[in-house]
């Protein structure tokens, strides 16, 4: 869908003045007040009522069926206006949904889709397992159907967000006589429900992002088996496709000070990150104004330009990409670079700012030190979780440049 | 000039191996850390390494040491890097006794090392100031007053500090912060009215400290050294202590070198071992170059200043340059290559990367020590 600049300029001016009538007055930029809890969800229920939680899909589908120019559009002006964006989780919105979109039935769509962009279910990823992790294909988490259900057992691991979860979907096993990736199913759950059982997993830094989750006789309705029954390997990986996309629009991209999009994060607005720049500023010398070091300036300014050519790269592949074409193996490029990018950044960050950045708790040290060094750990994640550099580089390998096995 | 280690050393290196192994493994930092252990180490098992003669290495017979060199010292670190083992020898054995050793007058020395060597004393050099390090950016003054001096200013990232029975405090009797002249030593009891010190949580779980002084009030007989020369007792130890840390290093890096090997080894993916992937492969490589490296020219530092060779200072810098990188290469690598696991709290990897970036930022990080490598070859 394209949009013409003056109906672009009448949805601009319709939309500033939802947003003078429809954004609590805490919420507004520059406001004195903090919003309270019930002002942050007027702002969500408001915001995503009219769709914008998923500003691109179908209206009939609960989303704001906007155009691309028009997305960008409320973007700016919900900058402009308010002192955030509410957001819902991303498992729903920029993973889940989008294949719903491409491979559901009419009924699936209608009955997951608008609960999505409302923010009402908290979804989980369902793809790992102890013994498959970038041999995904190898699950052995089984489903039988037993009439209008299937029963589920196995073990899921590293599935991020299971105990704050809803629902999750995931990867089952329903045919085990066939070669590896033509037995696998993609099916819909709550997880709320006797059988899941659930054990949340410390990470180095500290905090239990991930969980290990088993199943034992847990019950799938047969309507949430998405796309044909075996079929569901087509599903999961162009999931992992949007999956990447999301994951390569971290903070490294562009480096432009906002935080990263969490999965599963919530409405509520987060500390933003600092700027490298802006921090290698703090320790600059009294001399000549520069870092002591060279050696260390030079790490800087290379990840501020590779992160600014980054930026630029997504920006040309979203231009490039063809309204209504998804993403593609490409994406397995900016996924390798964000990740690298943003792990690059974290180590700088911990250089540059030496004894500060060691601290674990406390109040010896600043809490934006802590942030940014329990974040420095956390981002030795990001080059393992949605396919590790080694899975993007071999899709890459084969299905960008056709290297044989 | 051996770079391998002699019959005695490395009769050393196995004892040291064997006890740490027993006494001291991975799992006790877990310990430690967990239960929020107020020490940070067990005073105990530190009388035990003391009785095995390990925190008398570099000091003379006469005060109960066993008169070798920062070599023998070494061998023991690098056991230690290799089972993260919490033990003060950076901040008691290397640098505050290293500084009573070279510039305590005799009283001094008489007083303080021989409960070094006995493990019942614990010393604690405070130094820093800034986050990054940075030698002579002190300001701590050093104020003449009646029969000595008052000490007033802050440190940071003090070793051990919290547990320390006496402090070597840096600061100024003249100058301002990053001159190298006016600064001066002095050994004050941790105890002492004005002296505030707090232990900061740092995400390796070992042991530092603040420490807040304000007006410390200290003899004449409190100096170590001469008065305004700090400065040279100060870059001595940090070669010695910087030497010392590149061999904790050199543990750190071969040890998680070896449990990656012994993951590729065993974790299956695709129907076959992960070691069988090229990709993983030519890394375990280039990662057993750098640490065969790292092995040699940490030894050699070692040596260097236990012969007093010229131009130690430069090879110091050499070994912890690339000691740190290194570690950092290793510990990255080896959680990378163990995938979701490595990111767990329980497996072991993710210990060692936060133990690793506390040393290699620690007395200047590996770009401080190309800079200062470059500056002492003359360009
Ligand atoms: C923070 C975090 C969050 C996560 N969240 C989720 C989630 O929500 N849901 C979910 O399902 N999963 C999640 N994961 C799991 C993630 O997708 C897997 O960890 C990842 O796919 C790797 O699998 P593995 O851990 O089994 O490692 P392995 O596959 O065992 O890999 C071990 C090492 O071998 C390498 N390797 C494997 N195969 C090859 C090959 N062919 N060539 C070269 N090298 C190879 C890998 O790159 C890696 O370095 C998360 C992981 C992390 C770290
Ligand atoms: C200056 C010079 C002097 C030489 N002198 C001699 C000599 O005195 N006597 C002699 O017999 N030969 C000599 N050679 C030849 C040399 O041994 C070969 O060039 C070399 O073994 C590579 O073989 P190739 O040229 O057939 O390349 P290929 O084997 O075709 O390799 C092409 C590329 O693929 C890579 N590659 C190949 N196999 C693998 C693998 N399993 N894994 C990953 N990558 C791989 C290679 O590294 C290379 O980059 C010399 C070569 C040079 C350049």
Redesign the interface.
């Given at each position: 869908m394209t949009t013409t600049d003056s109906s672009l300029e009448a949805f601009r001016q319709e939309l500033t003045e939802w947003l003078q009538a429809n954004c609590p007055a805490s919420v507004l930029k520059g406001a004195e007040a903090q919003p309270t809890e019930a002002e942050r969800n007027a702002w969500l229920e408001a915001f995503a009522g009219r769709g914008y939680t998923t500003p691109t899909w179908p209206k009939e589908y609960g989303g704001g069926g906007l155009s691309k120019e028009e997305t960008k559009v409320l973007h700016q002006e919900v900058a402009r206006t308010a002192s955030y964006m509410p957001i819902v989780s991303f498992f729903g919105t920029a993973m889940l949904g989008p294949v719903l979109l491409e491979f559901a039935n009419e009924e699936q769509k209608q009955e997951h889709l608008p609960k999505i962009t409302r923010g009402e279910i908290n979804w989980c990823q369902g793809y790992?397992e102890p013994?498959?992790?970038?041999?995904l294909a190898?699950l052995q988490t089984r489903a039988v159907r037993e009439g209008d259900q299937y029963l589920i057992n196995g073990s899921k691991?590293?599935t991020t967000g299971a105990d704050q979860a809803d629902w999750i979907f995931c990867l089952v096993r329903t045919d085990t006589e066939v070669p590896k990736h033509d037995g696998i199913s993609f099916i819909l759950f709550d997880m709320h429900q006797p059988g899941v059982t659930i054990s949340p997993?410390?990470?180095?830094s500290?905090a239990s992002d991930?969980c290990q989750v088993f199943f034992e006789d847990v019950k799938a309705e047969a309507r949430n088996l998405v796309g044909t029954l075996n079929g569901g390997w087509t599903i999961a990986k162009r999931l992992l496709q949007h999956e990447r996309q999301m994951l390569s629009a971290g903070p490294a991209a562009g480096d432009e000070g906002a935080s990263r999009p969490k999965k599963g994060a919530s409405a509520k607005p987060k500390a933003p990150k600092s700027m490298l720049a802006e921090t290698a500023r703090r320790?600059l010398t009294?001399q000549g104004e520069q870092l002591?070091?060279?050696?260390?300036r030079d790490?800087i300014v290379q990840y501020e330009l590779d992160s600014l050519c980054l930026g630029l790269s997504l920006k040309r592949s979203g231009q490039q990409a063809r309204a209504g074409q998804g993403p593609g193996a490409a994406t397995s490029m900016f996924k390798l670079y964000a990740s690298e990018l943003n792990?690059r950044r974290s180590?700088i960050l911990?250089?540059?700012?030496?004894?500060?950045?060691?601290?674990?708790?406390?109040d010896?040290?600043a809490p934006i030190d802590l942030f940014e060094?329990r974040g420095w750990?956390r981002s030795?994640?990001n080059?393992?979780?949605g396919g590790?550099?080694?899975v993007q580089?071999?899709v890459i390998a084969k299905r960008v440049l056709g290297l044989p096995d | 000039m051996s770079l391998v280690l002699t019959e005695e050393q490395e009769l050393l290196k196995e004892t040291a191996a064997e006890f740490l192994r027993e006494h001291a493994p991975v799992t006790h930092l877990r310990e430690l850390r967990d239960c929020e252990d107020a020490v940070g180490f067990s005073k105990k098992l530190w009388k035990e390494m003391a009785a095995l003669g390990w925190a008398g290495i570099p000091f003379e017979e006469a005060f109960g040491g066993a008169d070798l060199g920062l070599a023998e010292l070494g061998v023991v670190l690098e056991e230690c890097g290799r089972t993260l083992a919490p033990y003060p020898f950076l901040s008691t054995v290397v640098m505050g006794g290293g500084v009573v050793a070279a510039a305590g007058s005799d009283a001094q020395k008489q007083a303080i090392l021989p409960g070094v060597c006995a493990g019942d004393t614990i010393l604690a050099l405070a130094f820093q100031e800034t986050g990054r390090f940075s030698p002579y950016a002190i300001s701590t003054k050093a104020e003449a007053a009646s029969g000595g001096f008052k000490l007033s200013g802050e440190k940071v990232f003090v070793f051990d500090g919290h547990v320390a029975d006496h402090l070597i405090v840096a600061a100024r009797t003249s100058g301002v912060a990053g001159d190298r002249d006016g600064l001066t030593l002095f050994l004050v009891d941790a105890g002492t009215e004005g002296c505030d010190v707090t232990r900061t949580n740092t995400i390796d779980s070992r042991n530092t400290a603040r420490v807040q002084l304000s007006g410390v009030a200290v003899g004449s007989d409190a100096v170590l050294g001469e008065i305004g020369a700090g400065a040279d007792l100060l870059d001595r130890t940090f070669d010695r202590a910087t030497a010392a840390l590149s061999a904790e290093l050199v543990g750190i890096s071969t040890e998680v070198f070896e449990r990656t090997v012994t993951y590729l080894k065993t974790r299956e993916q695709f129907g076959v071992l992960i070691g069988t992937f090229q990709a993983l492969k030519h890394r375990a490589a280039e990662m057993f170059c750098q640490v065969e490296l790292s092995q040699a020219v940490a030894l050699d530092a070692l040596r260097a200043l236990d012969e007093d060779r010229p131009g130690t200072s430069r090879l110091v810098s050499a070994a912890k340059a690339r000691c740190s990188d290194t570690a950092s290469l290793v510990t990255c690598e080896g959680l990378q290559m163990h995938g979701g696991i490595g990111m767990t709290d329980e497996e072991e990897i993710g210990l060692f990367l936060k133990r690793a970036k506390v040393a290699e930022l620690s007395l200047g990080d590996a770009a401080y020590h190309r800079d200062r490598f470059a500056r002492l070859t003359g360009f």
């Open positions: 790992s013994g498959s992790g970038s041999d190898s691991i590293w997993i410390p990470l180095i500290g991930f320790y009294d002591a070091e060279p050696a260390l790490r792990k180590e911990m250089s540059v700012r030496g004894a500060d950045g060691l601290g674990w708790s406390g010896a040290f060094t750990l030795k994640g080059s393992i979780e590790t550099s080694e580089l071999n | -």
